[in-house]
């Protein structure tokens, strides 16, 4: 468990769209309180860490592509039997927010079985926009995807400590400005380790390759690089690291990284 004055990410999945076997798709815990996207099963993954799903403050969301928001009915469902939805804020893009945690409730009938129910406590961010918490300023900006999206870059008040995430995005050059100098950027490489192939990427992602070229034009300190297919884990580093001088990891699951 962190200590007050740390900033500790936990990967919950670092998978691609449909998880390998035992993993979950992309998904992770900032000092076990604010969950980034649920991923596939964000309760059962925090309950096997000792994590009671209750005790999150923030879920934020980098964009509405079902593998990011899947688990949400689950873990909605969690909070409404425990009594601890008005715990929690859903922060996620402005387009989606409201509609989706709507018809996720929907989908749980929630005005059929909880005609008490308060309506959860959300912060829709326009791409660009800012947001503080006790613990953090972040700040946002739009990434390059089908859907809108936001990458995020977190200052921690209390520890000093500074990491940038990206979400979904095809090789972004305004992503480069927004997470410049930040010690850690964590970036999707959900095609593998050659940059996506501009002829044949609708979905708009990234391969480990463009995830270091805005890495070094960024002069982060370090890369980690998640969201892809867990079999290429050490290509994707090894491609990343031949143009990226720092170091560029795939982060173990799981394992608790102290900023
Ligand atoms: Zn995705
Ligand atoms: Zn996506």
């Known amino acids: 468990m962190s200590t007050p004055h740390q900033t500790t990410l936990t990967f919950l999945g670092t998978s691609t769209a449909t998880p390998d076997l035992g993993s979950d798709t992309a998904s992770f815990l900032i000092n076990n309180k604010y969950l980034v996207d649920t991923g ?4 059962t993954n925090l309950r096997n ?8 403050e923030y879920v934020f969301f980098t964009h509405f592509h079902h593998d990011h928001y899947l688990s949400l009915p689950s873990l909605l469902f969690y909070l409404i039997s425990k009594k601890s939805l008005s715990n929690v804020t859903f922060i996620g ?20 079985f909880w005609k008490d129910l308060q309506f959860p406590k959300l912060v829709p961010l326009t791409p660009g926009e800012s947001y503080e918490t006790d613990q953090f300023k972040i700040t946002t900006c739009p990434t390059l995807h089908p859907v809108q999206g936001l990458c995020y870059r977190f200052y921690d008040h209390l520890s000093g400590k500074e990491f940038s995430f990206t979400g979904d995005t095809a090789y972004f050059p305004p992503i480069i400005e927004h997470v ?5 950027l964590i970036h999707e ?10 002829e044949n990427n609708s979905y708009l992602h990234s391969g480990a390759v463009d995830a270091a070229k805005i890495a070094k034009l960024a002069e982060v300190g370090q890369l980690m690089l998640i969201h892809g297919p867990l079999g290429k884990a050490s290509e994707c580093v090894k491609a990343a690291s031949d143009i990226f001088p720092n170091p560029v990891i795939w982060p173990e699951e799981r394992k608790p990284y102290i900023l």
Do not use: M
């Open 189 to 198: 490489a959900s095609v593998g380790a050659a940059a996506a192939n501009p």
């Open 180 to 184: 410049k100098g930040t010690p850690l």
């Open 40 to 43: 596939w099963c964000s309760v």
């Open 49 to 56: 860490l000792g994590i009671n799903p209750s005790d999150l």
């Open 93 to 112: 893009p402005v387009d989606d927010l409201e509609p989706v945690i709507q018809r996720a409730l929907d989908f749980l009938q929630a005005k059929r």
